[in-house]
């Protein structure tokens, strides 16, 4: 078999030079470098080496383990991106393993950073270069576990790892597969991105429904007291009241008129405000 980088294969040692040792099929030398060695290998030894390129190009080998070998899949960790070229993964030895942009969308802000994690498997460039593949489907979702009744309005956390046209994928820590629409988010995640949640919906085939929003009554107390602190700001009294047209509150707000009309019952309901001919007043 050809040796190319990605591959696991059982060398011979067939030489040592100042800096490490040569490892052969019989056909092809490749090098050992002695930080990758481990301590009293021999001339005519054989070792399990891993196969990469190293950073002039040239086929090397490794004793050390990588977390990911051809054929496989796993969730690597970002170390470190390059913009207008990628982004590079640790694969637990010395060589990071480099995902093109061509995988990545064109919004850069949604790239993984440093300690995001994606699922990938390996392949090759046209110049036969290891590079890492997005992975996604069966490969990643297998393994899932089902989620049941008691997991509804729980918080859950979990790695983003692939993008709908209705919203995001996400493995969370537990391991349910969960999608969060995109009427559900705060902010667009990343790719890779480890994101807090929370299941407002428990599917029967097991995955789940999450949302970035505050349950209504978190959402009625955060509104009820940002609008209390723009009554003090502008002295106890603002031209709107529950009669205000909705854009008009959307403009000052940024939140809807029905969560709007929430938020002022909540405060008359606690006696903190009233309204009169069109405007909203604190209390004395």
Request: aromatic share 10%; hydrophobic share 35%.
């Amino acid at each position: 078999m050809e040796l190319k980088p990605g591959y696991s294969v059982n060398l011979e040692v067939v030489r040592k030079a100042s800096f490490g040792y040569f490892v052969s099929d019989g056909k092809t030398d490749v090098l050992l470098h002695q930080r990758e060695a481990q301590e009293g290998i021999e001339i005519g030894q054989r070792v399990e080496v891993f196969l990469y390129h190293d950073h002039q190009g040239r086929l090397a080998a490794t004793m050390e383990e990588p977390l990911l070998k051809i054929g496989e899949v796993a969730w690597l960790e970002a170390v470190e991106v390059k913009t207008g070229h990628g982004v590079f993964f640790n694969n637990g030895i010395s060589r990071d393993l480099f995902l093109s942009m061509d995988e990545l969308p064109y919004d850069r802000s949604q790239w993984p950073q440093p300690g995001d994690k994606l699922p990938l498997s390996l392949t090759w460039d046209k110049r036969g270069r290891l590079m890492g593949k997005l992975v996604k489907g069966e490969p990643v979702e297998r393994h899932a576990k089902k989620a049941g009744a008691e997991l509804m309005n729980q918080d859950v956390s979990g790695y983003v790892y692939h993008f709908l046209d209705e919203g995001a994928l996400i493995i969370t820590d537990e391991g349910f597969i969960a999608f969060l629409h995109n009427d559900e988010m705060d902010d667009v995640p990343r790719y890779g991105e480890h994101v807090n949640v929370r299941v407002h919906f428990v599917r029967e085939d097991g995955r789940i429904n999450v949302t970035m929003k505050p349950k209504r009554s978190e959402q009625q107390e955060e509104d009820a007291e940002r609008i209390y602190r723009f009554l003090e700001e502008r002295g106890g009294s603002m031209p709107y009241w529950d009669k205000t047209p909705p854009e008009d509150i959307e403009l000052r707000f940024s939140i809807s008129k029905a969560k709007f009309k929430r938020a002022l019952g909540k405060l008359m309901k606690e006696n903190k405000i009233e309204q009169r001919d069109g405007w909203t007043h604190i209390k004395k």
